[in-house]
């Protein structure tokens, strides 16, 4: 579509966008500014000027308020609850798009009910299994019930239907193996399909709170969000140490969707419209 | 038979744990919703209807869900028609498009809680949000938005219009890619103006998307719970449906009975709400 050449138009829709961004920005900038200022500074309307820059903030966070240690925890279960999503979704998806199994139509069945069924449904009976089962409190019950996820088996599986099975049949011919067919030969060539999951999930686990923060009770256990929705709980609020705090959670998100831009709109929308 | 076993085998971590961690607790908490389970207690009776009836008894319960729908209500509408006037604003090509793009898509992949911490800084009194309402000409509460019964929950459904609109901009972004040209050059011959065009083309193909984008913002939207928690603790009239479940559930009381039967009641209120939007979305769509 080309765009009308009238001025009035034009300027109008500029002012609008400038408007908007504005408006969606601000937040997040205030966020990196506040991090930078004194404890003492003055959060008023002609602070922002007037405040001082000072990285102590983060100085302090690592050394005292543990936030090392909730981005370590942050760190380790998104890595190890990504890859688990790549093995394992992957797995399955290629058995469900390459194998006609008996449990086929059921296991899909069951995957469409239970992604319908909103998760709040889960909160109490998972806090009682992991209780009983003895990995409440413990890097297990971040990451165990994640491993897998119902968006990620249809992502993955869509994709091995659109490939050609030729290649399988020239791999078997040439006389490899299954495993080396599956993981040697398919699986690479799933990555874009991988990449979209892995980039989702990760995202995901990064920002999430709710079960994190009932699953466990421990400080040496708490991921970034956690441990700032926790540290802003027992103590007049001092911005600009929980500002500093937010701009780590924040700043790793901003830099990998800076380069996986494409991925992340396709993984969106990928669920919601198929042409 | 043995690529049968194979794909089984290939299959089984992902269906276990999906069987474990998922699909069985769905039905444990049903079950344990017709029980007096009490984790101090240490009693667990079949009970049958009870929690039910104590639940539409419970002011709590009720207070908790008139918010949840004030939510689910006020915010959809607005989100909605906001991402679409943003999906139309960047849908065509100009100069910097992509920035614009971004920006708006920003909030929406940023952590919830990093989100409602900053809101709570910008609500809060003196905050920049009460300074531009005092600027405006209203007078905000007097300990700022988020302690007033008066301001508390529409102020964070106003948080939540803010974080989600870039996130359904762009699901309306891909349903307008997927509108052919040549209804715009048809419309255009037929002499058709920009208004008549999105009132005539535009929206009526736009439709299943509109619904796919209200459907997933409403079953999301009845299980807000973090914004609740890190900004008010449910205080000032803010208590939602997922809220109570916690209090309920996992504070003081440890009622895991109850608060199961709670989160069923919440689930057959969104299956109510979403499931003929599901079946009109089917008829009209092959989303899914």
């Known amino acids: 579509m080309v765009t009308r050449g009238y001025p009035v138009a034009a300027m109008g829709r500029y002012a609008l966008l400038v408007f908007a961004a504005v408006v969606m920005l601000f937040p997040l900038a205030w966020m990196f500014r506040v991090a930078f200022m004194l404890p003492g500074d003055s959060l008023g309307l002609g602070a922002l000027a007037a405040a001082s820059w000072t990285v102590q903030n983060f100085r302090d966070l690592f050394t005292q308020a543990g936030l090392g240690r909730a981005l370590f925890n942050s760190v380790l279960v998104g890595t190890v609850v990504t890859l688990g999503n790549i093995a394992f979704c992957f797995m399955a998806a290629y058995g469900l798009a390459r194998y006609r199994l008996i449990t086929h139509k059921l296991l899909f069945g069951a995957v469409l009910i239970v992604l319908m069924i909103p998760a709040h449904i889960v909160i109490i009976p998972l806090y009682l299994i992991c209780l009983k089962a003895g990995i409440y409190d413990s890097y297990w019950a971040l990451i165990l019930p994640w491993l897998v996820n119902p ?53 995901t686990n990064w920002n999430s709170f709710l079960f994190p923060f009932i699953l466990t009770s421990r400080e040496s256990l708490r991921t970034l969000p956690v441990a700032l929705a926790m540290y802003q709980g027992h103590q007049a609020i001092d911005w600009p140490h929980l500002m500093a705090g937010s701009s780590v959670a924040v700043l790793p998100i901003l830099i990998v969707f800076l380069f996986t831009q494409r991925h992340i709109v396709s993984g969106i929308t990928a669920g919601a419209i198929k042409q | ?130 300074l531009l309402a005092e600027m405006a000409g209203f007078s905000p509460p007097e300990h700022g938005f988020l302690y007033s019964d008066s301001t508390a929950l529409y102020a964070i459904m106003a948080m939540d219009v803010w974080m989600s609109v870039g996130y359904y901009m762009l699901i309306f972004l891909a349903g307008l890619k997927s509108i052919p040209d040549e209804l715009y050059e048809a419309a255009e011959i037929a002499g058709a103006g920009p208004v008549r065009t999105f009132f005539s083309v535009t929206l009526p193909l736009l439709r299943p998307v509109a619904l796919f984008v209200i459907v997933i913002n409403s079953i999301k939207s009845f299980q807000v719970f973090v914004e609740i928690f890190v900004m008010t603790k449910g205080k000032f009239d803010t208590s939602t449906g997922v809220y109570f479940i916690y209090e309920q559930g996992l504070t003081t009381a440890f009622r895991l009975g109850y608060a199961s039967a709670a989160a069923y009641v919440l689930f057959v209120i969104i299956g109510l709400f979403s499931i003929p939007q599901f079946l009109l979305m089917r008829r009209r769509s092959t989303a899914w």
């Open chain 1, 151 to 203: 968006i990620g088996i249809f992502l993955v599986k869509q994709y091995i239907d659109s490939m050609p099975v030729a290649m399988e049949e020239a791999a078997r011919v040439d006389g490899a193996g299954e495993l080396r067919i599956i993981f040697g030969v398919v699986m690479p060539l799933c990555k874009p399909a991988l990449a979209v999951l892995a980039i989702q999930v990760f995202f």
């Open chain 2, 1 to 130: 038979m043995r690529a049968r076993y194979a794909g089984l085998v290939l299959s089984s971590p992902w269906t276990v744990t999906f069987a474990l961690f998922w699909a069985f607790p769905v039905l444990y908490s049903l079950a344990m919703s017709f029980t007096d389970y009490g984790l101090l207690s240490g009693a667990s009776n079949w009970i049958g209807l009870p929690n039910y009836q104590e639940l539409f008894a419970d002011p709590d319960f009720l207070g908790a869900l008139k918010n949840t729908f004030v939510f689910v209500l006020g915010t959809i509408p607005v989100t909605t028609v906001l991402a679409l006037a943003m999906a139309l604003l960047v849908n065509r090509q100009f100069r910097g498009r992509a920035f614009f793009r971004s920006a708006f898509f920003l909030p929406s992949i940023t952590s919830m809680v990093v989100i409602a911490l900053v809101f709570t800084n910008l609500l809060s009194r003196g905050g920049y949000i009460a």
